[in-house]
T-cell receptor, first 113, second 113 residues
Framework: DQQVKQNSPSLSVQEGRISILNCDYTNSMFDYFLWYKKYPAEGPTFLIS?????DKNEDGRFTVFLNKSAKHLSLHIVPSQPGDSAVYFCAASGGTNAGKSTFGDGTTLTVKP | KAGVTQTPRYLIKTRGQQVTLSCSPISGHRSVSWYQQTPGQGLQFLFE???????NKGNFPGRFSGRQFSNSRSEMNVSTLELGDSALYLC????????????FGEGSRLTVL
């Protein structure tokens, strides 16, 4: 039973346009959500997080939206840049201890110049 | 501030052998987590240590074990290797116990022949 799902294995967008990456979860105990970005041959790096007490968190070009009733979150990147091309992982944990995070399978984003 | 360091970066073993992987967390971080990533898969949680105690454990067989030392450095061991253990093993640290995001190392790529 996969508790965190990223249903789109890949996404391709044009430079300057918006990228929207989606993530669904099933476990109601999750209350802290994170997005990580991973380049080849590197470990994932933290991008942005959101607590369940919020429905939106913004950091520069990156915004994460959380819909608790739908158990759905999304990451918006505006405007998208070629350097954003990477694998994006959604992760969830119970409480702010991200040490035991449950990850999705990732979405490969390609931003075309 | 030095990042998370994992050694070795690459290794090749044969079935039945055992392997030990090492992880040095960011200075001051007391929580260390281990994840397995296989091709096309997300990150599967192995275990988390905090102050030398295993705090959480994932759904992996007993062949997978770990420990944490008083200086927060951690090791994981896989005994009686199987072909399916071939993967990228990622270590991550956080300031814990509610340390928010994870800081990942570059991983140890294990190939089992």
């Amino acid at each position: 039973d996969q508790q965190v799902k990223q249903n789109s294995p890949s996404l391709s967008v044009q430079e300057g346009r918006i990228s929207i990456l989606n993530c669904d979860y099933t476990n109601s105990m999750f209350d802290y959500f994170l997005w990580y970005k991973k380049y080849p041959a590197e470990g994932p790096t933290f991008l942005i997080s959101i607590s369940s007490i919020k429905d939106k968190n913004e950091d520069g070009r990156f915004t994460v939206f959380l819909n608790k009733s739908a158990k759905h979150l999304s990451l918006h990147i505006v405007p998208s840049q070629p350097g954003d091309s990477a694998v994006y992982f959604c992760a969830a944990s119970g409480g702010t201890n991200a040490g035991k995070s449950t990850f999705g399978d990732g979405t490969t984003l390609t931003v075309k110049p | 501030k030095a990042g998370v360091t994992q050694t070795p970066r690459y290794l090749i073993k044969t079935r039945g052998q055992q392997v030990t992987l090492s992880c040095s967390p960011i200075s001051g971080h007391r929580s260390v987590s281990w994840y397995q990533q296989t091709p096309g898969q997300g990150l599967q949680f192995l275990f988390e240590y905090f102050s030398e105690t295993q705090r959480n454990k994932g759904n992996f067989p007993g062949r997978f074990s770990g420990r944490q030392f008083s200086n927060s450095r951690s090791e994981m061991n896989v005994s009686t290797l199987e072909l399916g253990d071939s993967a990228l093993y990622l270590c991550a640290s956080s300031s814990g116990p509610n340390g928010g995001e994870l800081f990942f190392g570059e991983g140890s790529r294990l190939t089992v022949l």
